[in-house]
């Protein structure tokens, strides 16, 4: 079992609708990052987050740290948006490594 | 502000060739990471480096060699290409280890033929 788990791993949705995708690990961990890739690019950081809930523009993460559980919603989904969105953890143990989640496709359709 | 590049953006090679992949940031970080990225997979930890002068091996550090002789620029060798390393690499620096956000490069496409 992966120790970072993506759901779903395809969303497909109609622009306008509140999208979420979910991530769930199995470690312990001191930081859990959300990050976008568009296709055939590069990965940009969305968030970086230990606790509670953090919001930029339409995107807000949130986290449990006791259910080992995170969020990303996405509100008023844009055509722009379609991309892959991808969960990693920092294990507090080994902590200069990123442990990353497959990933969630999501594409938005005008 | 450049924040990490990576050169070059697409390589053909064929099996049994040596390339290096360049990273160089610009913002002074300390840890520096080389990942691959293959379908259907998550982002696999190859090397990284806590600082100029030290390198330390990943999850998938096999046919692969690091050196980062100077604290802005990470490479990452191949010295006898095989098909298997046909991937996506990526660079990606952060200021230190703990809580604070990863910066990525653009990404490198390598096809071993």
């Known amino acids: 079992k992966n120790e970072v788990e993506q759901s779903p791993q395809n969303l497909t949705a109609q622009e306008g609708e509140f999208i979420t995708i979910n991530c769930s690990y199995s470690?312990?961990?001191?930081?859990l990052h959300w990050l976008q890739q568009h296709p055939g690019g590069g990965i940009v950081s969305l968030f970086m987050?230990?606790?509670g809930k953090k919001k930029h523009g339409r995107l807000i993460a949130t986290i449990n740290i006791q259910e080992k559980h995170s969020s990303l919603h996405i509100t008023a989904s844009h055509p722009r948006d379609s991309a892959v969105y991808i969960c990693a953890v920092r294990n507090r143990q080994g902590a200069q490594k990123l442990v990353f989640g497959q990933g969630t496709r999501l594409t938005i359709n005008p | 502000n450049a924040g990490v590049t990576q050169t070059p953006k697409f390589r053909v090679l064929k099996t049994g060739q040596s390339m290096t992949l360049l990273c160089a940031q610009d913002?002074?970080?300390?840890?520096m990471y080389w990942y691959r990225q293959d379908p259907g997979m998550g982002l696999r930890l190859i090397h990284y480096s806590v600082g100029e002068g030290t390198t330390a091996k990943g999850e998938v550090p096999d046919g692969y060699n690091v050196s980062r002789l100077k604290k802005q620029n990470f490479l990452l060798g191949l010295e006898s290409a095989a098909p298997s390393q046909t991937s996506v690499y990526f660079c990606?620096?952060?200021?230190?280890?703990?809580?604070?956000?990863?910066?990525f490069g653009q990404g490198t496409r390598l096809t071993v033929v």
């Open positions: 990606a620096s952060s200021y230190s280890d703990r809580g604070t956000e990863a910066f």
């Open positions: 470690v312990g961990i001191s930081a």
């Open positions: 987050l230990s606790s």
């Open positions: 913002m002074n970080h300390e840890y």
